[in-house]
């Protein structure tokens, strides 16, 4: 089963940075590796609904990333590593969230990503930016 888990959240400063981490272990039960998967940031702060932040195709030609977020956030990812990235910069307080990474391990998310591509979850990181 493929699992993810997240770091580099934490407390930070308005106008300050940060970047999460999400590694993969293991293989889904059609055996892909993570080469393969589409992968997405999401976000959900208190009493909001889920969002997307960013995401990347598994060929990282591909990638969306929220209007809220636009540069200011990038998203990157390092297969060799089993990894994805979002690098945050210029945070602001209503960045503050617990954000996750998902996997789509059939390849699908792209700049047009959907909620039902994701099949795996990891567990969320807290990001809270102090005004």
């Known amino acids: 089963q493929v699992q993810l888990v997240e770091s580099g959240g934490g407390l930070v400063q308005a106008g300050g940075s940060l970047r999460l981490a999400c590694t993969a272990s293991g293989r889904t039960l059609s055996g892909l590796s993570f080469s393969s998967y589409g992968m997405g940031w999401l976000r959900q702060a208190p009493g909001q609904e889920r969002e997307f932040v960013a995401a990347?195709?598994?060929?990282?030609?591909?990638?969306y990333y929220a209007d809220s977020v636009k540069g200011r956030f990038t998203i990157s990812r390092d297969d060799a590593k089993n990894t994805v990235y979002l690098q945050m910069n210029s945070l602001k307080p209503e960045d503050t969230a617990v954000y996750y990474c998902a996997a789509d391990p059939r390849g699908r998310l792209g700049i047009h990503p959907r909620l039902e591509y994701l099949e795996h979850w990891g567990q969320g990181t807290l990001v809270t930016v102090s005004s």
């Open positions: 990347i195709s598994w060929s990282g030609s591909s990638i």
